[in-house]
Nanobody, 123 residues
Framework: QLQASGGGLVQSGGSLRLSCAASGNTFSRYTMGWFRQAPGKEREFVAAIRWSSSTYYADSVRGRFTISRDNTKNTVYLQMNSLKPEDTAAYFC???????????????????WGQGTLVTVSS
């Protein structure tokens, strides 16, 4: 089970940190991903972190967002800086234990999903 939190309203240029808490005792073995979905648009990849702590980012957020994990707390984070109005969306965390690298950005490849947390960036 995944529980996302940390969304809110922020001005353009501001920052937010999202958290996703996972239940279970094998969290460290999972690839964790963040996706987002704006109204009327498809769900899109934002970032992912593998069990090895290797990280991957969408081009649109690279250099502004940072994904990290704390295996002692079963939590993955998404630090979002320099936010833009186009970052406005519902953000979802996802988990999978057996992803291959070539599928890390594909939503349907993740087995577990949390509820969304809404991020609104005002201009």
């Amino acid at each position: 089970q995944l529980q996302a939190s940390g969304g809110g309203l922020v001005q353009s240029g501001g920052s937010l940190r999202l958290s996703c808490a996972a239940s279970g005792n094998t969290f460290s073995r999972y690839t964790m991903g963040w996706f987002r979905q704006a109204p009327g648009k498809e769900r899109e990849f934002v970032a992912a972190i593998r069990w090895s702590s290797s990280t991957y980012y969408a081009d649109s957020v690279r250099g502004r967002f940072t994904i990290s994990r704390d295996n002692t707390k079963n939590t993955v984070y998404l630090q979002m800086n320099s936010l833009k109005p186009e970052d406005t969306a519902a953000y979802f965390c996802a988990a999978d234990r057996s992803l291959i690298l070539s599928t890390i950005a594909i939503p349907k490849e993740y087995d577990y999903w949390g509820q969304g947390t809404l991020v609104t960036v005002s201009s």
